[in-house]
Each structure stands twice: as C-alpha cells, then as structure tokens.
C-alpha cells in the first residue's frame, strides 16, 4: 500500500491553513512608563537624560561586556564599529555578499572598500577559506553578519584574524540573544553590533547599540557616534578639539526609553523564536531535497527569519513551485532573500560609491582592482536562487508552528511521490 498524498492547496486541493497567526502588540505598558519618564525629565538629549544610558547600561548586562554606546541605527552602530576600527580610506573589508546594506554603507562611507567573500552553503555565513583568499594588504578588518539569527564559524573568523592582524566586527542585526559554543554572538569579535529597527527582533522604532570590551574603544565609540566630541568628564582633549570627521548618530531619549522597556522582553522573545525555528528544523530535515538552516555546533539560532533551501533534483520541484505551493497552503513566504548578492547592486557593478564618481572604488590610497560582477560568490548566488524564506514572531502559537511544518511535509510529500511514481 502506498501512501497517497494530499492534493495541493495550489491545485484545488483544501488549503492547510485555515486559522490566521497569532498576533500582538510588542509595546505596552511598559514602553509607556519610560517614555512618560523621558519626558518629565524635561530633556530628550542622550547626555542629559537617564533612558539612554539606561539602556546601554542594561545591554551591557545582558551581555555581560564592560562597554556599550547606543546609535541611531544598525547602520549607524556598523559604521561606529568601523571607525573605532580605524577602518579608513583605502582599506579594504571583507564581508557576507548576502546582507542588508546596512553592513556595507559604513564601508563605504568610510571610503574603504567592501570585499565579499563566500558563504557556507547551509549556515548562510561566512565561509572562513574564502576569507583567508580575499585578504590582501589592504584589508584591515572583517565584518561578520550573523544572518538570519545564527552563527558564523566565530574560530575560524577569530583564527584568521589573529594571524593577519585584523579587526573583526560582527554585525549581529539579525541575531539577538544567538550563540557561538555558549559565548553570546556580539562578544567574540573585537565589537558587536545590533539594530534596534522595526523589524527586529525587538523594536525601538530605530535605533542601534555598539558593545566591545576595550575601554580605547568605546571611548572612541562615544566620540564616533557623535560628531566626535569629548564629552566624557576628565579628559584632556576640549569637547570641541576634533580630530577628524565622524557623524552625528546618537540616540535620543524617546528612543532610549523603548529600547530599555525591550530589553525586559527581549530573552523571552528571543527563546521563543529559537525553540521555534528548531522545532521546524527538526520535523522537515528528513524530507527529500529539503535543508533547513544549518547552526554551529554547540551553538543557538534566534531566527529573525527562517530559511530554509530546495535541491530542486532530490525534492522533485524546482523552488519557486514549491514557494507558491506553500503560499498556497496559507502559508505565506518569499523567495530567496535579496534580489541579488550586493556585488551585484549598481553602485558596484559601476563602481560609483559617490554620485558621478568611482570613489571609494578607484581610491589611489587603495590602489586595487575590485571586479564585482556575477559569478564573485557563487555559493551566494546558489542560496539565492534556491532559498525560501518565512518569518515568524513570538505571537505565533503552537499551532501555527505545527500548519507551517504540516506545509512544508505536504508540499514536499506531494512532489516527492510524484518524482518517484
Ligand atoms: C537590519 C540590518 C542592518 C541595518 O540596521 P538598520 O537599523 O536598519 O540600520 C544591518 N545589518 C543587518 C544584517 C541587518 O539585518
């Protein structure tokens, strides 16, 4: 007796999902005590108020590093990262070609320019041998983006970069509350970076917090996220003695007081989402051609999206068949996750950083030839074209979770019988 499988939603079969997700409001009481609070204070400046430091005071815990300095953005928190860095004109970065180009303006900005290595086909991260080929004598630091919520190979990236002598910064947008062999992502690098924008896993509207645990370099911090001015009592140098540009990314109160109301939800959301992306995890890795995202060893996942990829031979159907099937189902996803690798983004395909120009590209500081086109990363390109992405929030409940596996399993079982029949 074979079994046979259900007709697909997509084909006229009974669509799986019949209930909507759970849903909910991440703001509440809370948030509305701090931001009361900010207010009364009668000043919503970062060196005057209470909320900011608050925050980063009670990251820095979390965390348990000496040091964080709040941004204005994930993107603003990178650009920090790099200048406290010494990243500078001419250096050159190496980095994920699949990431937000928040991880990649601060580069930019900073006139260095952006090298992108190769990523592991399954953890969707940095792959430490391409790496090791793209360094030069120009590279100065790398910036590994935990994607999708879970590690990069930490000692390999730390290994490397103790042997070449350069600064990693881990851009940990993504991944709140993740670990690498039980230390927190965000604490093995020389800086950790995280985005506090509305899609996060927690929100403070915008927003952005910088840890590291050397003192030179949060004091540089403080002074690179805000215009950098010395406003640290007891120092030598005069508020206004600046030694070269850096921009005005500080963080205003408003935004300090949500931020600090999240973080009392921010490890309970965090475990929320990490049990359910393993649990998905779990119930499909045994389905044909189907590869769920693949976490490090000893390590943990907090999932800001889920990921998962189709070999199209082995599951029977190509990929973007197998996205509308499930949408169909009731399950909603995307296909892939940017449209491209960033390489492949006009700014570098015409090297054009600045308007009408090829800075930072042809920068004589440099000196390099920087050939982006497609093909750099072809790994890259490969998890593109074959991923398909869902996301989940802490509102999802138990039996959302178990209409997304029975999705997946149906899809799957359907196409994979057809293969074999
Ligand atoms: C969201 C994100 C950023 C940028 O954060 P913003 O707060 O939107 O500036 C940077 N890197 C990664 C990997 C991200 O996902």
Redesign the pocket.
Known sequence: ITMCAEKLALYGGEKLKSTPFGAGNRFGENDLHHLKEALEQGTLFYWYGDKVKSLTKKFAEIYDMPYCVAAS????A?HVALGICGVTAGDEVITSPI??M??IIGILFQNAVPVFADLDPHSYTLDPKSVEEKITDKTKAIIA?H?TGGPTDMDAIMDIAHRHNLKVIE?C??SYMATYKGKLLGTIGDVGCF???D??QISAG???LVITRSEEMYEAALRFADKNYQRLPGKSAASRDVPFIAPNYRMNELTGAVGLAQMERMPKVCARLHEIGDRISDAIRDLPGIYPPKVQPDSTSTY?FYMFRIDEKEAGVDRNTFSDALAAEGIPNQRGYIPSCIYNYDLFINKRGYQGTNCPFGCKLNGHTHDYAPGLCPTAEDILNTAIRFSFNEFYTDADIDDIIAAIRKVSTYFAEKKNA
Do not use: E, I, P, R
Not at 73 to 76: K, M, P, Q, Y
């Open positions: 953005s994930g993107t603003a990178v990431t937000d928040g991880t983006v994607l851009d947008a993504q985005s506090l924008n899609f996060k915008d927003g952005g800001w």
